[in-house]
């Protein structure tokens, strides 16, 4: 039997959903700014509760956490070396936001149940991330959400997850999470296809390369017949189904094709053609930064300022790169603690896999594990720092923090002879 449904009371559930919950509703800050300070003052408090009754943790992971942390904190320090006469309270409440929530799930995940329940939440709030966009599409904009716009004469809805491009990234993972951990079949393939349609809605280069990249992720580790499972969707059903929505002129259906593929004259003007997009993002945008800053705020950082937009300081030019923020933020340093820690999750999971029996339990909340991590990194490359934002941070601080400092609980479960869910 899986031992930690033992070890985990109503509580700990209430405790986790509070506050992962607060995060995931930061959109609420549009009505009031006062919500702003909710979510912190949450996981501290939960912190601080926890704290009383502190469990043991694996060594080499927490010093590989707090040599990440403490490396996250310097370029507090570089701002003022460079752009001394900037106002940093924004930019310095927007980097620390997340910095809580890490110290809540350092005490509140203490087992393999805390952790799933945790990721079931955010794929929750997806889901209502999702409806938001369907809402919106039946009756009109949401006043308090972030500013609609047009794209090939459809109006591009923001969602409960935040601005117009927030939902194609963090659907994408959330998807991993539905299709492995969620046990009813038929609410797993309801939210799946939810999801991904939401996705789709929100006309978005991004949000086709995430369902793409959750598909090839799972052609490549799945047994050969979930291979031809896919193949056989991909080839066949997918295909058929946007053929159909497109014959019948489905609004939303026709403008994504047609975004992606230019198939009608004058198709996709309002938006630049993804390779296009992706050089930009590659490089052209990082680049205009790399001229304001020169080589020295590449190789040492510049502080909050690198962080532009992201950070609250939008006449700054944005790199839209994940790596070039890392960097000029805060130099070769901060972007080798980040690798550093990457690389050290990545390669315990694969170590952590070895002890696990194939399909079984511990297998597949690995298996998740790595699915978001690599979705996370892949999209950081054309999308920014995630763990920065609410919903980045808040599903990149539960993996790190639990693979980092629980592996045992894997360890321990894959002995189980009986491992149930």
């Not at 900037?86 to 509140?108: G, K, N």
């Not at 299709?179 to 939401?198: E, G, H, P, Q, W």
């Not at 930009?280 to 990082?286: A, G, K, N, S, T």
Request: charged content about 10%; overall charge neutral.
């Amino acid at each position: 039997m899986d031992n930690t449904r033992k070890e985990i009371g109503p509580q700990d559930y209430f405790f986790i959903f509070l506050a992962t919950g607060a995060y995931l509703l930061h959109t609420l800050r549009n009505i009031s700014e006062l919500y702003s300070g909710v979510p912190l003052l949450i996981s501290i408090a939960g912190f601080l509760l926890y704290s009383l009754n502190r469990t043991k943790v694996d060594s080499v992971g927490f010093y590989a956490l707090l040599l990440f942390i403490l490396s996250y904190l310097l370029p507090l320090t570089y701002s003022y070396l460079w752009y001394p006469d900037e106002s940093y309270t924004i930019s310095f409440a927007r980097y620390l936001y997340m910095i809580p929530f890490a110290l809540f799930c350092i005490l509140a995940i203490k087992s393999t149940a805390h952790y799933v329940f945790l990721l079931k939440v955010f794929s929750f709030f997806i889901l209502l991330g999702g409806f938001s966009i369907f809402y919106q599409i039946v009756l009109g904009a949401i006043s308090w959400f972030p500013e609609a716009s047009e794209r090939e004469g459809l109006v591009r809805f923001s969602s409960l997850a935040g601005n117009l491009t927030a939902y194609g990234i963090f659907g994408g993972l959330a998807l991993p999470i539905i299709y492995f951990l969620f046990d009813n079949k038929m609410i797993r393939y309801c939210s799946l296809v939810t999801v991904i349609i939401a996705m789709l809605c929100t006309l978005q280069k991004a949000a086709i390369v995430n369902i793409a990249l959750f598909f090839m992720l799972l052609f490549f580790s799945g047994a050969m017949i979930n291979k031809l499972k896919i193949i056989g969707f991909v080839v066949f059903v997918l295909p058929l189904l946007i053929f159909v929505f497109y014959f019948l002129e489905v609004s939303y259906v026709v403008a994504t094709v047609d975004n992606i593929f230019r198939f009608k004259e004058g198709s996709g003007a309002s938006d630049v053609t993804f390779a296009q997009s992706l050089l930009d993002r590659l490089w052209f945008l990082p680049s205009q930064l790399y001229e304001m800053h020169g080589s020295s705020g590449l190789i040492f950082g510049v502080g909050m300022v690198g962080g532009s937009g992201t950070l609250g300081f939008p006449d700054y030019p944005m790199a839209h790169n994940g790596i070039f923020d890392l960097l000029f933020i805060g130099g070769i340093l901060n972007l080798l603690a980040f690798c550093t820690l990457v690389i050290f999750i990545l390669w315990r999971l694969k170590n952590l896999e070895k002890y696990c029996i194939a399909q079984s339990y511990p297998h597949t909340v690995i298996k998740v594990s790595i699915f978001i991590y690599l979705l996370i990194m892949v999209n950081m490359l054309f999308a920014g720092p995630l763990h920065v934002q609410p919903y980045g941070g808040v599903i990149f601080y539960a993996v790190t923090v639990f693979v980092c400092l629980r592996p045992d609980e894997i360890r321990r479960q894959a002995t189980c002879v009986d491992v149930k869910r």
